[in-house]
Protein backbone atom coordinates (compact mmCIF):
# COMPACT_ATOMS: atom_id res chain seq x y z
CA UNK A 1 0.00 0.00 0.00
CA UNK A 2 0.65 0.65 0.50
CA UNK A 3 4.12 1.72 3.25
CA UNK A 4 5.47 1.08 6.76
CA UNK A 5 7.53 4.78 8.10
CA UNK A 6 8.02 7.82 6.50
CA UNK A 7 10.71 7.13 3.54
CA UNK A 8 8.46 4.23 2.35
CA UNK A 9 7.22 4.25 -1.02
CA UNK A 10 3.49 3.34 -1.27
CA UNK A 11 3.74 1.53 1.92
CA UNK A 12 -5.97 0.47 -0.06
CA UNK A 13 -18.06 -2.82 -3.20
CA UNK A 14 -20.05 -3.69 -5.03
CA UNK A 15 -22.10 -2.71 -7.82
CA UNK A 16 -22.14 1.07 -7.26
CA UNK A 17 -25.99 2.25 -6.54
CA UNK A 18 -25.19 5.10 -9.29
CA UNK A 19 -26.55 2.79 -12.11
CA UNK A 20 -24.31 4.66 -14.07
CA UNK A 21 -22.43 1.65 -15.62
CA UNK A 22 -23.77 -1.53 -15.69
CA UNK A 23 -20.69 -3.54 -13.73
CA UNK A 24 -19.30 -7.36 -14.07
CA UNK A 25 -20.68 -8.81 -11.22
CA UNK A 26 -16.62 -10.40 -9.69
CA UNK A 27 -16.79 -14.28 -8.24
CA UNK A 28 -16.17 -13.33 -4.49
CA UNK A 29 -18.11 -9.64 -3.45
CA UNK A 30 -20.13 -9.47 -0.71
CA UNK A 31 -23.41 -7.63 -1.06
CA UNK A 32 -23.56 -3.86 -0.45
CA UNK A 33 -25.26 -0.71 -2.77
CA UNK A 34 -22.38 1.81 -2.16
CA UNK A 35 -18.91 2.07 -2.92
CA UNK A 36 -16.03 0.64 -1.19
CA UNK A 37 -14.35 3.31 1.25
CA UNK A 38 -11.27 1.54 2.56
CA UNK A 39 -8.90 2.85 4.83
CA UNK A 40 -5.40 1.58 6.10
CA UNK A 41 -4.51 2.54 9.36
CA UNK A 42 -1.24 1.99 10.80
CA UNK A 43 -0.84 -0.17 13.78
CA UNK A 44 2.39 1.98 14.80
CA UNK A 45 1.49 5.42 14.51
CA UNK A 46 0.16 5.74 18.20
CA UNK A 47 -3.25 7.21 17.32
CA UNK A 48 -6.76 6.86 19.18
CA UNK A 49 -8.48 4.24 17.00
CA UNK A 50 -11.88 5.09 18.83
CA UNK A 51 -11.92 8.31 17.07
CA UNK A 52 -11.95 6.72 13.57
CA UNK A 53 -15.13 7.91 11.86
CA UNK A 54 -16.22 4.23 11.17
CA UNK A 55 -19.54 5.37 9.39
CA UNK A 56 -17.57 6.62 6.25
CA UNK A 57 -15.78 3.92 5.77
CA UNK A 58 -16.67 0.16 4.37
CA UNK A 59 -13.19 -1.57 5.53
CA UNK A 60 -9.88 -1.03 7.66
CA UNK A 61 -7.13 -2.55 6.69
CA UNK A 62 -4.86 -2.84 10.07
CA UNK A 63 -0.84 -2.69 8.95
CA UNK A 64 0.84 -4.62 9.11
CA UNK A 65 1.44 -8.03 9.64
CA UNK A 66 4.98 -9.82 8.51
CA UNK A 67 5.87 -12.79 7.06
CA UNK A 68 7.96 -14.74 9.47
CA UNK A 69 9.04 -18.54 9.03
CA UNK A 70 6.28 -18.45 5.71
CA UNK A 71 3.91 -18.01 8.42
CA UNK A 72 1.56 -14.39 8.58
CA UNK A 73 1.89 -13.31 11.84
CA UNK A 74 2.26 -10.43 14.53
CA UNK A 75 6.52 -8.83 14.50
CA UNK A 76 7.37 -7.81 17.43
CA UNK A 77 9.88 -5.00 15.92
CA UNK A 78 9.11 -1.77 16.39
CA UNK A 79 8.03 0.38 13.45
CA UNK A 80 9.28 4.07 13.93
CA UNK A 81 10.18 3.20 17.36
CA UNK A 82 6.18 2.02 18.27
CA UNK A 83 5.46 -1.68 18.79
CA UNK A 84 2.51 -2.87 16.61
CA UNK A 85 -0.34 -4.44 19.25
CA UNK A 86 -3.18 -6.91 18.82
CA UNK A 87 -5.40 -5.06 20.98
CA UNK A 88 -5.40 -2.06 18.65
CA UNK A 89 -7.78 -5.23 16.43
CA UNK A 90 -10.15 -4.94 19.63
CA UNK A 91 -10.36 -1.65 19.50
CA UNK A 92 -11.55 -2.11 15.71
CA UNK A 93 -13.88 -4.03 16.23
CA UNK A 94 -16.24 -1.89 18.55
CA UNK A 95 -16.19 0.40 15.87
CA UNK A 96 -19.01 -2.10 14.44
CA UNK A 97 -20.80 -1.07 17.08
CA UNK A 98 -20.63 2.51 14.81
CA UNK A 99 -21.24 0.77 11.20
CA UNK A 100 -22.45 -3.02 12.01
CA UNK A 101 -21.25 -3.38 7.77
CA UNK A 102 -17.50 -2.61 8.31
CA UNK A 103 -15.14 -5.15 7.70
CA UNK A 104 -12.23 -4.99 9.23
CA UNK A 105 -8.76 -6.83 7.49
CA UNK A 106 -5.30 -6.79 8.51
CA UNK A 107 -2.26 -6.05 5.39
CA UNK A 108 0.35 -8.60 5.57
CA UNK A 109 3.73 -6.80 4.04
CA UNK A 110 4.27 -3.44 2.90
CA UNK A 111 7.53 -2.14 1.79
CA UNK A 112 9.66 -3.66 4.67
CA UNK A 113 8.01 -6.62 5.44
CA UNK A 114 8.19 -7.99 1.84
CA UNK A 115 11.10 -9.42 2.24
CA UNK A 116 9.78 -13.24 2.71
CA UNK A 117 7.22 -13.01 0.18
CA UNK A 118 9.20 -15.10 -2.64
CA UNK A 119 9.85 -17.62 -0.26
CA UNK A 120 6.80 -18.22 1.40
CA UNK A 121 5.45 -18.64 -2.52
CA UNK A 122 8.19 -20.18 -4.31
CA UNK A 123 6.30 -24.41 -3.61
CA UNK A 124 3.43 -25.69 -3.30
CA UNK A 125 4.67 -26.63 0.71
CA UNK A 126 5.29 -23.29 1.30
CA UNK A 127 2.28 -21.95 -0.19
CA UNK A 128 -0.21 -24.00 1.39
CA UNK A 129 1.79 -23.33 5.12
CA UNK A 130 1.51 -19.36 3.96
CA UNK A 131 -2.06 -19.59 3.25
CA UNK A 132 -3.15 -21.75 5.72
CA UNK A 133 -1.49 -19.60 8.71
CA UNK A 134 -3.40 -16.00 7.13
CA UNK A 135 -6.78 -18.12 7.26
CA UNK A 136 -5.99 -19.07 11.15
CA UNK A 137 -4.75 -15.61 11.77
CA UNK A 138 -8.28 -13.95 10.17
CA UNK A 139 -9.81 -16.77 12.72
CA UNK A 140 -7.59 -15.72 15.59
CA UNK A 141 -8.32 -12.31 15.34
CA UNK A 142 -11.91 -12.35 14.34
CA UNK A 143 -11.23 -10.33 11.28
CA UNK A 144 -13.31 -10.45 7.99
CA UNK A 145 -10.50 -11.62 5.87
CA UNK A 146 -6.88 -10.73 4.43
CA UNK A 147 -4.62 -7.96 2.61
CA UNK A 148 -1.87 -8.85 0.63
CA UNK A 149 0.86 -6.19 0.02
CA UNK A 150 3.78 -7.69 -1.50
CA UNK A 151 5.92 -4.94 -3.00
CA UNK A 152 6.93 -6.72 -5.14
CA UNK A 153 7.05 -10.03 -7.26
CA UNK A 154 9.88 -10.33 -9.29
CA UNK A 155 11.35 -6.96 -7.99
CA UNK A 156 14.09 -5.64 -5.39
CA UNK A 157 11.91 -3.10 -3.75
CA UNK A 158 13.55 -2.37 -0.33
CA UNK A 159 15.99 -5.14 -1.12
CA UNK A 160 13.89 -7.96 -0.83
CA UNK A 161 14.56 -11.71 -2.22
CA UNK A 162 13.04 -11.70 -5.48
CA UNK A 163 12.60 -14.46 -8.48
CA UNK A 164 11.23 -14.54 -11.99
CA UNK A 165 8.93 -17.40 -10.38
CA UNK A 166 7.23 -14.84 -8.48
CA UNK A 167 5.04 -13.69 -11.40
CA UNK A 168 3.67 -16.95 -11.15
CA UNK A 169 3.85 -18.34 -8.02
CA UNK A 170 1.97 -15.12 -6.79
CA UNK A 171 -0.93 -16.33 -8.60
CA UNK A 172 -0.69 -19.70 -7.45
CA UNK A 173 0.09 -17.92 -3.46
CA UNK A 174 -3.62 -16.35 -4.04
CA UNK A 175 -5.27 -19.02 -5.12
CA UNK A 176 -3.99 -21.10 -2.21
CA UNK A 177 -4.68 -18.36 0.13
CA UNK A 178 -8.35 -18.07 -1.41
CA UNK A 179 -8.80 -21.75 -0.71
CA UNK A 180 -7.61 -21.73 2.48
CA UNK A 181 -10.19 -18.57 3.36
CA UNK A 182 -13.07 -20.72 1.44
CA UNK A 183 -12.28 -23.64 3.81
CA UNK A 184 -12.27 -21.57 6.99
CA UNK A 185 -15.54 -20.00 6.54
CA UNK A 186 -17.00 -23.05 5.76
CA UNK A 187 -15.73 -24.90 8.27
CA UNK A 188 -16.98 -21.62 10.62
CA UNK A 189 -20.50 -21.32 9.00
CA UNK A 190 -19.17 -17.73 7.73
CA UNK A 191 -20.95 -16.85 4.88
CA UNK A 192 -17.32 -15.39 3.01
CA UNK A 193 -13.26 -14.26 4.15
CA UNK A 194 -12.52 -11.16 1.87
CA UNK A 195 -9.03 -11.88 0.25
CA UNK A 196 -7.76 -8.36 -1.05
CA UNK A 197 -4.01 -6.82 -2.34
CA UNK A 198 -2.57 -3.85 -3.11
CA UNK A 199 -1.12 -3.58 -6.17
CA UNK A 200 1.57 -0.85 -7.89
CA UNK A 201 0.51 1.77 -10.53
CA UNK A 202 3.07 1.37 -12.81
CA UNK A 203 3.64 -0.77 -15.81
CA UNK A 204 6.85 -2.65 -14.27
CA UNK A 205 4.38 -4.17 -11.60
CA UNK A 206 1.54 -5.35 -14.09
CA UNK A 207 4.17 -6.95 -16.29
CA UNK A 208 5.70 -8.97 -13.14
CA UNK A 209 2.31 -10.24 -12.30
CA UNK A 210 -0.23 -11.89 -14.27
CA UNK A 211 -3.08 -9.75 -12.37
CA UNK A 212 -6.08 -11.15 -14.58
CA UNK A 213 -5.42 -14.18 -13.21
CA UNK A 214 -4.74 -13.48 -9.95
CA UNK A 215 -8.23 -11.12 -9.61
CA UNK A 216 -10.11 -14.41 -10.00
CA UNK A 217 -9.69 -14.59 -6.49
CA UNK A 218 -9.97 -11.43 -5.21
CA UNK A 219 -12.51 -9.50 -3.52
CA UNK A 220 -10.77 -6.38 -4.78
CA UNK A 221 -7.40 -4.83 -5.74
CA UNK A 222 -6.56 -1.23 -4.14
CA UNK A 223 -4.21 0.17 -6.64
CA UNK A 224 -1.17 2.11 -5.35
CA UNK A 225 -2.34 5.58 -7.57
CA UNK A 226 0.51 7.53 -5.67
CA UNK A 227 3.98 8.38 -5.33
CA UNK A 228 4.20 8.72 -9.14
CA UNK A 229 7.08 11.81 -8.50
CA UNK A 230 8.78 10.09 -5.11
CA UNK A 231 11.58 9.85 -2.78
CA UNK A 232 13.84 8.60 -5.89
CA UNK A 233 13.11 12.01 -7.64
CA UNK A 234 15.16 15.14 -8.01
CA UNK A 235 12.63 16.96 -9.73
CA UNK A 236 9.63 17.98 -8.75
CA UNK A 237 6.40 16.92 -10.66
CA UNK A 238 2.88 15.70 -9.17
CA UNK A 239 2.45 12.47 -7.00
CA UNK A 240 -0.98 11.29 -7.54
CA UNK A 241 -2.38 13.40 -10.69
CA UNK A 242 -5.44 11.80 -11.91
CA UNK A 243 -4.73 13.04 -15.39
CA UNK A 244 -1.18 13.85 -17.15
CA UNK A 245 -0.27 17.09 -17.27
CA UNK A 246 0.37 19.49 -19.90
CA UNK A 247 3.81 20.48 -18.27
CA UNK A 248 5.57 17.39 -18.30
CA UNK A 249 7.25 16.63 -21.21
CA UNK A 250 8.61 13.68 -19.24
CA UNK A 251 5.40 11.63 -18.54
CA UNK A 252 5.85 9.44 -15.56
CA UNK A 253 2.26 8.28 -14.53
CA UNK A 254 -1.31 9.48 -13.49
CA UNK A 255 -4.57 7.75 -12.48
CA UNK A 256 -5.65 7.50 -15.57
CA UNK A 257 -3.03 5.41 -17.14
CA UNK A 258 -3.08 2.87 -14.04
CA UNK A 259 -6.52 2.09 -14.06
CA UNK A 260 -6.18 1.58 -17.89
CA UNK A 261 -2.90 -0.83 -17.15
CA UNK A 262 -5.29 -2.85 -14.77
CA UNK A 263 -8.17 -2.94 -17.22
CA UNK A 264 -5.81 -4.35 -20.20
CA UNK A 265 -4.48 -7.21 -18.03
CA UNK A 266 -8.03 -8.22 -17.46
CA UNK A 267 -8.91 -6.85 -13.89
CA UNK A 268 -12.69 -5.96 -13.96
CA UNK A 269 -13.68 -2.56 -12.74
CA UNK A 270 -15.51 -3.81 -10.58
CA UNK A 271 -12.76 -5.26 -8.85
CA UNK A 272 -11.02 -2.22 -8.83
CA UNK A 273 -10.27 0.81 -6.14
CA UNK A 274 -8.27 3.65 -7.03
CA UNK A 275 -6.12 4.85 -4.51
CA UNK A 276 -5.68 8.71 -2.64
CA UNK A 277 -2.67 9.76 -0.52
CA UNK A 278 -3.76 11.54 2.58
CA UNK A 279 0.34 12.71 2.55
CA UNK A 280 1.83 14.56 -0.14
CA UNK A 281 5.97 15.43 -1.23
CA UNK A 282 7.95 17.62 -0.31
CA UNK A 283 11.40 18.79 -2.22
CA UNK A 284 13.74 21.77 -1.39
CA UNK A 285 16.09 23.96 -2.82
CA UNK A 286 13.83 24.22 -6.07
CA UNK A 287 15.54 27.49 -7.59
CA UNK A 288 14.08 27.67 -10.93
CA UNK A 289 10.87 29.62 -11.53
CA UNK A 290 9.35 27.94 -14.14
CA UNK A 291 6.03 26.53 -14.06
CA UNK A 292 5.58 28.05 -10.41
CA UNK A 293 8.52 25.10 -9.57
CA UNK A 294 6.30 22.32 -11.14
CA UNK A 295 8.54 19.62 -13.03
CA UNK A 296 11.93 21.52 -11.93
CA UNK A 297 14.95 20.34 -10.28
CA UNK A 298 15.55 20.51 -6.66
CA UNK A 299 18.41 19.58 -4.12
CA UNK A 300 16.32 17.10 -2.31
CA UNK A 301 14.08 14.61 -3.26
CA UNK A 302 10.36 14.44 -2.78
CA UNK A 303 10.34 13.60 0.96
CA UNK A 304 6.81 12.38 2.71
CA UNK A 305 5.00 15.06 4.44
CA UNK A 306 1.78 14.48 6.18
CA UNK A 307 -1.20 16.69 4.97
CA UNK A 308 -1.91 17.51 8.41
CA UNK A 309 1.69 18.88 8.63
CA UNK A 310 0.75 20.31 5.07
CA UNK A 311 -2.19 22.66 6.36
CA UNK A 312 -0.41 23.57 9.66
CA UNK A 313 2.52 24.83 8.53
CA UNK A 314 1.88 25.57 4.63
CA UNK A 315 -1.70 25.98 3.58
CA UNK A 316 -2.35 28.38 6.61
CA UNK A 317 1.14 29.97 5.98
CA UNK A 318 0.63 33.29 3.22
CA UNK A 319 3.96 33.10 2.13
CA UNK A 320 3.26 29.63 0.70
CA UNK A 321 0.88 30.00 -2.80
CA UNK A 322 -1.29 27.33 -3.71
CA UNK A 323 -1.56 26.86 -7.59
CA UNK A 324 -3.49 24.02 -9.69
CA UNK A 325 -2.93 22.22 -12.75
CA UNK A 326 -6.04 22.09 -14.58
CA UNK A 327 -4.51 19.68 -16.96
CA UNK A 328 -3.81 17.08 -14.46
CA UNK A 329 -6.55 18.20 -11.99
CA UNK A 330 -3.92 18.78 -9.29
CA UNK A 331 -2.78 20.73 -6.54
CA UNK A 332 0.68 21.97 -5.63
CA UNK A 333 2.29 24.35 -3.12
CA UNK A 334 5.47 26.68 -3.84
CA UNK A 335 7.09 29.09 -1.81
CA UNK A 336 9.67 31.50 -4.76
CA UNK A 337 11.77 32.58 -1.28
CA UNK A 338 12.27 29.20 0.18
CA UNK A 339 12.34 26.84 -2.53
CA UNK A 340 9.95 24.93 -1.00
CA UNK A 341 7.97 22.70 -3.60
CA UNK A 342 4.82 20.80 -2.16
CA UNK A 343 2.36 18.03 -4.28
CA UNK A 344 -0.29 17.04 -2.54
CA UNK A 345 -3.92 16.07 -2.75
CA UNK A 346 -7.15 18.09 -1.61
CA UNK A 347 -10.81 18.39 -1.62
CA UNK A 348 -10.70 19.57 -4.91
CA UNK A 349 -8.80 17.04 -6.26
CA UNK A 350 -10.48 14.27 -4.91
CA UNK A 351 -13.80 15.34 -6.31
CA UNK A 352 -12.20 15.22 -9.87
CA UNK A 353 -11.30 11.72 -8.51
CA UNK A 354 -14.75 10.46 -7.41
CA UNK A 355 -16.38 11.94 -10.44
CA UNK A 356 -14.05 9.95 -12.58
CA UNK A 357 -14.40 6.99 -10.36
CA UNK A 358 -18.15 6.58 -11.02
CA UNK A 359 -18.03 7.76 -14.75
CA UNK A 360 -15.56 4.99 -15.49
CA UNK A 361 -17.59 2.64 -13.09
CA UNK A 362 -14.62 1.88 -10.45
CA UNK A 363 -16.26 0.60 -7.78
CA UNK A 364 -14.43 1.73 -5.04
CA UNK A 365 -11.62 3.82 -3.35
CA UNK A 366 -8.58 3.68 -0.82
CA UNK A 367 -6.50 5.84 1.12
CA UNK A 368 -3.37 5.62 2.91
CA UNK A 369 -3.67 6.46 5.74
CA UNK A 370 -6.03 7.63 7.94
CA UNK A 371 -3.94 9.12 11.17
CA UNK A 372 -2.32 12.19 8.15
CA UNK A 373 -5.55 14.01 7.76
CA UNK A 374 -6.66 17.03 8.91
CA UNK A 375 -9.60 17.50 10.87
CA UNK A 376 -10.82 14.99 8.64
CA UNK A 377 -11.05 16.87 5.39
CA UNK A 378 -10.21 14.43 2.79
CA UNK A 379 -12.44 11.69 4.10
CA UNK A 380 -15.19 13.95 4.26
CA UNK A 381 -14.33 14.75 0.74
CA UNK A 382 -14.69 11.27 -0.62
CA UNK A 383 -17.38 10.85 1.59
CA UNK A 384 -19.22 13.99 0.19
CA UNK A 385 -18.35 13.30 -3.30
CA UNK A 386 -19.21 9.47 -3.27
CA UNK A 387 -22.53 10.44 -1.81
CA UNK A 388 -23.90 13.12 -3.70
Not at 277 to 284: A, I, K, N
Not at 332 to 346: C, P, T
Request: overall charge negative; some cysteine.
Amino acid sequence: MKRITIWILAGCMSVACSGLVKKEQPVHEFSETKYRVVGYVAGYRDFDFSKIQAEKLTHINYAFANVIGGQVMFDTTDIDNTSLKDDDLKTLQKLKEVNPDLKILVSVGGWVWSGNFSDAALTEASRVRFAQSAADFVHQYQLDGIDIDWEYPNQVGAGNIHRKEDVHNFTLLMKATREALDQRAKQEDKGHYLLTIATGADTAYVNNTELGEVAKYLDFMNIMTYDFYNGLHHTTGHHANLYPSDMNTSRVSDVLSSVKLHEEAGVPLSKINIGVPFYGRQWDGVKSMENNGLYQEAESVGQIIFYHTIVRDFLDNTDSTRYWDASAKAPYLWNADSGVFISYEDAESIKYKMQYLKEKGISGVMFWEYSDDYESQLLDAIHENLNE
